[in-house]
């Protein structure tokens, strides 16, 4: 508890340097693209879409809605979520894909960098698991790609945070944002996380991936080790890959982790990792049926959601809490 309140300390201490504090409990009226500004998302059909059942659905999504990790083989919904926007920052998205049936766009491109195969269209993998029509949790959402992520797989910093800024300045609300990357410990960089969400868009993050000397702790990263950030830790059905995935107090619940790949010959991108995804989609469809919620609504409500008890191997200091999409106690 002790360091979580020293992160936000330090976040808001960044924020408040920053001049651009926000006041007020409640999300600014939507606020879209201006003119030509790359990625303008298209104004959606109002209303969150119909309910609906997949059958034969990839198993990281079968199982999204069974309390008890196993497969059905169906995914229901209760809504497509498509008056909701998704801004996927990561790596350029490759928006003609069939998954995303026109709904997906590229906005901004903060690396400076050109093509660099094969690590083009990861973001790819990651918008289908948001909302792609097989691998989706969220059929019909809005989807924005902003580019952070190097030919590396890798960011920075100022990356970060110039992605975040710029959709706390151009998201059409409501609004989810999910970031797979993440950096070390950084104020500044949780302060432009924390500019986002006092915005009104709910940021979803994965909790960081085990460096090369084996550090695992999940609050030494950012934005993950926010407290007011969703943070999502990878799991092996029941089983975290302690190798793969940082955890700690910070991390709200854990997802399916998978590589999958998009599919469809000409349109098969590289595989992903898909965990952050699934959650960011599920937060879409909480948006879709309560658009007007601030994010901290949003994030008690996945929370509630999640299914206790299932992961047979949890950190003592990590909630044993397993990504749900259903109503709290179904």
Request: charged content about 15%; proline content about 7%; aromatic content about 4%.
């Amino acid at each position: 508890m002790r360091t979580r309140r020293r992160i936000r300390a330090q976040a808001l201490a960044a924020l408040l340097c920053s001049g651009l504090v926000v006041s007020g409990t409640g999300p600014p009226a939507a606020v879209g693209v201006m003119g030509n500004a790359a990625g303008a998302a298209k104004q959606v059909t109002s209303g969150p879409g119909s309910p609906g059942t997949q059958t034969d659905p990839p198993r990281a999504l079968d199982v999204l809605d069974q309390r008890d990790l196993q497969p059905s083989g169906t995914f229901s919904w209760r809504t497509t979520a498509r008056n909701v926007h998704a801004y996927v920052l990561g790596d350029k998205i490759a928006t003609t894909h069939t998954t995303f049936g026109g709904r997906a766009v590229n906005g901004p491109d903060f690396t400076g960098n050109p093509s660099c195969s094969p690590y083009d269209n990861w973001g790819t993998g990651l918008a289908s698991a948001v909302g792609g029509t097989r691998h989706g949790v969220a059929k019909e959402v809005q989807i924005v790609g902003v580019r952070v992520m190097a030919c590396a797989v890798t960011t920075t910093p100022q990356r970060l945070i110039q992605g975040l800024d710029w959709v706390s300045a151009n998201a059409v609300r409501p609004a989810v944002a999910v970031l797979n990357v993440t950096v070390g410990a950084d104020p500044a960089v949780d302060a432009a996380a924390l500019r986002l969400i006092h915005s009104g868009v709910t940021l979803v993050t994965d909790s960081g991936t085990v460096d090369l000397t084996g550090d695992q702790d999940s609050t030494k990263v950012s934005p993950a080790r926010l407290p007011e950030a969703i943070t999502v830790g990878r799991s092996w059905g029941a089983i975290i890959e302690s190798s793969v995935t940082r955890t700690g107090p910070n991390v709200d619940l854990f997802a399916w982790f998978s590589t999958m790949a998009v599919g469809g010959g000409s349109d098969e991108y590289a595989p992903t990792l898909n965990s952050v995804g699934l959650a960011a989609g599920a937060a879409a469809l909480i948006l879709s049926e309560q658009p007007a919620w601030i994010p901290a609504q949003v994030h008690r409500a996945l929370v509630d959601n999640a299914t206790p008890g299932l992961i047979r191997n949890p950190p003592r200091d990590t909630p044993n809490l397993m990504l749900h999409v259903g109503l709290a106690g179904s």
